[in-house]
C-alpha cells in the first residue's frame, strides 16, 4: 500500500531536516546521559527519574521515526505555480460578509499554521478552495456552523 504523500514547502523541509538533526546528535546523547544518571543511583525498579528519561527517548525515537517517514513521503510544493486556480502552496485571499478578507497559504497538514494564515490542504476550508478560481463563491462546514466565502484574489 502506497504511503500517504506529505505536502512540504521547501522551508517546511528545511525545518523538519533540522529537527531531525538536533534530535539525532543532540537529544539522544541527552537523553542517554539522563537514563545512565538514574541507573547509576541504583535500583531502577522504583526511579522516577529512570522512568521519565525512558519515557523521553520512546518520544525522541518515535518522532525521529515520524520525520524520518515524513521525509521520504515528502512531496515539495511549488511555490511558484499557476496561478488560475487554487492548488497547494497558493496564496488565496478570501472575502467573508461582515469579515473583512483574510489571506491563506495552501500547505500540506505538517505545516499548518491557522494562526500564520497556512492552512492544511485536508481542513474544511483547505479542502474546499483547492481546484477554485477568483471569483468563485464556496459555503465551508467548519466546527462552529457554516462560512461563506469569496475568492478575491490567487497567487
Known amino acids: ?31 542517554a546521559e539522563r537514563i545512565h544518571a538514574a541507573k547509576e ?36 510544493i511549488n511555490e511558484t505555480r499557476a496561478s488560475d486556480s487554487v492548488g497547494i502552496g497558493s496564496y488565496v485571499t478570501v472575502a467573508e460578509q461582515g469579515n473583512g478578507t483574510e489571506m491563506y497559504q495552501i500547505v500540506g497538514s505538517a505545516e499548518a499554521d491557522p494562526t500564520r494564515g497556512r492552512i492544511s490542504n485536508e481542513s474544511p476550508i483547505g479542502r474546499a478552495l483547492l481546484g477554485k478560481r477568483v471569483g468563485d463563491e464556496i459555503q465551508v462546514k467548519v466546527p462552529d456552523g457554516v462560512r461563506y466565502l469569496k475568492i478575491i484574489d490567487i497567487r
Not at 502506497?2 to 537523553?31: D, I, M, S
Not at 519515557?55 to 518515535?62: K, L, M, S, W
Open 41 to 76: 543511583e541504583g535500583d531502577i525498579s522504583e526511579n522516577s527519574a529512570y522512568d521519565e528519561a525512558k519515557n523521553e527517548q520512546a518520544f525522541v525515537e518515535g518522532r525521529i521515526l515520524t520525520i524520518e517517514q515524513m521525509l521520504k513521503n515528502a512531496v515539495m
Open 1 to 31: 500500500m502506497a504511503e500517504k504523500p506529505v505536502f512540504l514547502t521547501p522551508e517546511g523541509r528545511a525545518k523538519l531536516e533540522a529537527e531531525l538533526e538536533q534530535l539525532k546528535t543532540v537529544r539522544r546523547a541527552q537523553v
